[in-house]
């Protein structure tokens, strides 16, 4: 018998509940990106299925925006002459600040836990260099100015229209760089093969997974790339 085919609200429906999940602290930035972009790219009910298999009931209640508290203290990351690096579990409730002055700040958010949809980060350089590095799939909203300096993205973001995480960053760059780059162009996170991910492979095959953590193929485009 043919399994149900996937139609575009029930896509929607499991984005939430993975958006809800976040919120709870049950998912990291990489892995809410990672099931978001399967999500889109699901065929049928039983691939559905699989991205909110291992998560509670609760977690199916309704997403609602946070409501931006306008007093929440900004978490800093400083170096001046020296490294900062955050890296590994880490949880990002606030807004981000993180200052380079002749030294580098490196801030990797795949494995952090996240309490909403949008990370902002407001990133300084001078004479310095931030690197921030995201999972491929999250959508790279970056502003600011460079002078004598750079501030640029090297991401695999998602298609336009879909409800992924955000990564908002306001750069000012002074004879030093600001950059996103994402999984392709960073050292891979290890991590175990999840059973849902074992499921999955078993359903679509190698090509559903391959280049979710620095691989060359994109299942937000559906486009392979070439790594460096």
Known sequence: MDEVRASDAEREAVVELLKQASVDGRLTLVELTERTGAAYTASTQAELALLTQDLPAVSAAPYAPQPVDTERKRRWFVAVMGDSKRRGKWRVESEIGAVAVMGDVLLDLREAEVRGNRIDIVATAVMGDVKIIVPDGVDVDLEGIAIMG??????????PG???P????????????VKIIGDSKAEPIRRGLSAWREHWRALVGDDGLHGLHGGQYNPWTGRRREID
């Not at 750079?150 to 298609?159: G, P, Y």
């Open 150 to 159: 750079d501030k640029k993205v090297d991401v695999m973001e998602a298609e």
């Open 162 to 164: 879909r409800d992924v």
């Open 166 to 177: 955000v990564v908002h960053v306001k750069a000012y760059a002074v004879m030093g760089d």
